[in-house]
């Protein structure tokens, strides 16, 4: 019987792990509330609570590797907290039984010293927050049973990824001839990671043995302002290079004062008003994974956008 990989959650990061590994020729399962995901004859949608051990039972039969890929309802700590952590133990104890790995997709929030450029050797022990939720569950799955790895990215764009700095915020406006408006500043270095190459890295980690039970770096190329990332999505696009407005942190502060999500998206100014840096050399050369230029990154990110009209 052929090895199968099971995939939970058919967002961005899961629906292109699926996608990659039926590519790959691989048996895939994904498994959804509503069964949706990637159509392909090599994929299989289930439809299911991805806590509830009898359906991880027979999602998970059989599996080589899971990738776990689910987020929460909202962007708030509050949500994640009451979310999140019983997911992530329903399948990881899921996982032990079915003799799966688990890989999981991950964000810098953890890093408790980011005004350093970020290596896999970096601290990760932010509290409070948004930040000390994604500790946590960084701390749980060390502690599993079942083998787990982490693939950090930094803020990611691509094809499929909408609610994003570099989705729906700059790629929508320049397609339309609009200015961007960007948060914290536009002149300071800042990763962004290309979503296939985030899933690519998670895909070479679960093939790995050697590489499991540890935290990674997905690909990520040079730093670039929020200025510069919107100019390759213009040129990308031939479009003129857009005008790019800053919101300043002032003034998302004060209104968090009065509106949940500005407080929210205020936590994070942190990675927009200095330099944030992450380093994926090491991971690039244990995984034997490289980003992929910048400008084909943009073209594919643009075609993809104008493909949902």
């Not at 590994?21 to 289930?46: C, F, K, M, N």
């Not at 997911?87 to 990881?92: C, D, G, T």
């Not at 970020?118 to 927050?129: F, K, N, W």
């Not at 040079?222 to 002032?250: C, D, K, N, Y």
Request: with cysteine; net charge neutral; hydrophobic share 45%.
């Amino acid at each position: 019987m052929a090895d199968v990989y099971a995939v939970t959650g058919a967002g961005p990061v899961g629906w292109t792990v699926a996608e990659q590994l039926a590519d790959l020729g691989r048996q895939v399962r994904v498994l959804t509330p509503s069964g949706s995901g990637p159509r392909h004859p090599l994929i299989e949608r289930i439809a299911g609570d991805a806590k509830d051990p009898d359906i991880l039972r027979t999602a998970f039969a059989g599996a080589k590797a899971v990738f776990h890929c689910i987020h929460g309802s909202a962007y708030t700590a509050s949500a994640w907290q009451a979310e999140l952590p019983a997911a992530e133990q329903a399948v990881l104890a899921a996982a032990h039984e079915a003799a799966a790995v688990v890989v999981f997709p991950e964000s810098l929030y953890s890093y408790s010293a980011p005004d350093r450029v970020m290596t896999e050797g970096s601290p990760r022990r932010a509290a409070g927050g948004k930040r000390g939720v994604r500790t946590d569950l960084l701390r749980a799955r060390a502690a599993a049973a079942a083998p787990a790895v982490s693939v950090v990215a930094g803020d990611f764009f691509g094809p499929r990824v909408r609610m994003a700095h570099g989705g729906e915020r700059m790629v929508v406006p320049i397609l339309a001839g609009k200015n961007v408006s960007v948060i914290g500043s536009s002149r300071q270095p800042h990763s962004f990671t290309y979503g296939p190459d985030l899933t690519r890295a998670m895909i070479a980690a679960a093939d790995r043995p050697s590489a499991w039970n540890a935290v990674w770096h997905a690909p990520t190329g040079p730093a670039l302002t929020q200025t510069e990332l919107a100019h390759a999505f213009a040129a990308a696009a031939g479009r003129p290079a857009p005008r790019v407005r800053v919101l300043p942190g002032w003034t998302l502060r004060a209104a968090g004062l009065f509106s949940a999500d500005a407080r929210e998206l205020a936590e994070m100014l942190y990675q927009f008003e200095r330099p944030f840096i992450m380093d994926s050399a090491a991971s690039q050369a244990a995984l034997d994974v490289s980003p992929t230029p910048l400008e084909t990154a943009a073209a594919a990110t643009v075609d993809w956008w104008r493909q949902q009209g």
